[in-house]
């Protein structure tokens, strides 16, 4: 990708290259969402993935499931 011109603090970039992002973003959502499904069927249940990176994280278990549900929502919803 080119890089974006920039005036008076302004980014501007050129149609195709929004079309490269929207595809890269798009990419990057299928393969977040295809990753978690592979770690959902890799043998331990949706609990216990949330319970392990609350632990690695401190991150709330709500936090986590949110997240894991965005995933699997974005991907229904731009990829599809």
């Given at each position: 990708?080119?890089?974006?011109e920039v005036t008076d603090g302004v980014t501007r970039i050129s149609p195709r290259?929004?079309?490269?992002?929207?595809?890269?973003?798009a990419y990057s959502?299928?393969?977040?969402?295809?990753?978690?499904?592979?770690i959902l069927s890799a043998g331990?249940?949706?609990?216990?993935?949330v319970v392990l990176?609350?632990?690695?994280?401190k991150v709330t278990r709500?936090?986590?499931n949110s997240v894991l549900t965005?995933?699997?929502?974005?991907h229904k919803t731009y990829c599809t």
């Open positions: 990708m080119a890089k974006p290259e929004k079309s490269e992002r929207k595809e890269f973003l959502i299928e393969e977040a969402a295809n990753a978690l499904k592979k331990l249940n949706r609990r216990a993935i990176v609350a632990e690695e994280t709500g936090e986590i965005a995933l699997e929502n974005l």
